[in-house]
């Protein structure tokens, strides 16, 4: 039973609002969704043993996904943004797993410009972030996106792609669906494994398309440069709450 495959209803299963109240309000948007292919084998040193690699047609994933996030409110919902703190950009490498049959993301690393938000994310998140100088500027249906990050191991991500079609919402059971529809975030700490919920609309996802990418982002992690082109996802705006971590 360990390793047979999560059913459709299992995965919506997770999309359900939990219960108790949100710890925080975030706006996520300009994201791009970049998904390659990888063995799994290769991902296999980089997370806790306790929790499955989730594939797809028996293929693991790992993403890159450069985004923007205003409206950053504490709850209750009355709770103004704090000056400073409402606003940020952020980049996550990120794959896919699954504990107890519920399926979320693994980070293995996350960017962000805003030295406060890195400090509070690894104190009460336990997610690996990192400082980086991030500068994100649109014009038209095209975006610029450019990130050093200021802490070892190096990294560097310099990218510009043009926005697609309208949006459309992925069906269960798709790729589209597997590789977005997450709902939860796992995190580790000594030892023991944490889980925090997430809930939102389905993602209003358009296609996209890459003018420039010059990224060694997944290379710091000692993993190979994904072979081929990314497939690309690309989201305007989603409003998002996010629960606080329970250990699993």
């Given at each position: 039973m ?5 059913t ?8 359900s ?10 706006t996520w948007g ?5 998904h390659w ?19 797809f ?21 009355f709770?103004?943004?704090?000056p ?15 504990l107890?049959?519920v ?11 805003s ?34 990050r ?12 043009k926005i ?18 997450r ?14 919920r ?7 996802l ?10 060694t982002?997944?290379e710091?992690?000692d ?23 329970e250990?699993?």
């Amino acid at each position: 039973m360990k390793n047979r495959k999560l059913t459709d209803l299992e995965r919506l299963a997770v999309r359900s609002r939990p219960k108790g109240q949100p710890l925080m309000h975030q706006t996520w948007g300009k994201l791009l969704f970049m998904h390659w292919r990888i063995e799994e084998k290769l991902l296999r040193p980089l997370i806790p043993k306790d929790l499955e690699i989730d594939t797809f047609d028996g293929s693991a994933w790992i993403a890159i996904a450069p985004f923007t996030m205003w409206d950053i409110r504490a709850f209750p919902p009355f709770l103004p943004a704090v000056p400073g703190l409402s606003a940020m950009h952020e980049l996550n490498v990120r794959t896919y797993v699954h504990l107890d049959r519920v399926p979320g993301v693994w980070f293995l690393s996350l960017d962000c410009n805003s030295a406060t938000a890195v400090l509070g994310a690894r104190t009460f998140f336990h997610l690996p972030y990192y400082n980086a100088d991030i500068e994100m500027d649109q014009e038209r249906r095209t975006i610029d996106y450019e990130l050093s990050r200021r802490e070892d191991p190096p990294a560097e991500f310099n990218a510009s792609w043009k926005i697609g079609d309208s949006p459309r919402f992925a069906h269960p059971g798709s790729l589209e669906f597997f590789l977005t529809e997450r709902y939860c975030l796992y995190s580790e700490d000594d030892g023991e494994i944490y889980r925090s919920r997430i809930y939102h609309q389905p993602w209003p996802l358009q296609t996209a398309s890459l003018v420039s990418l010059d990224s060694t982002m997944i290379e710091s992690h000692d993993l190979p440069t994904p072979e081929g082109d990314p497939l690309l996802h690309y989201a305007e705006e989603l409003s998002v709450q996010i629960w606080p971590l329970e250990e699993v």
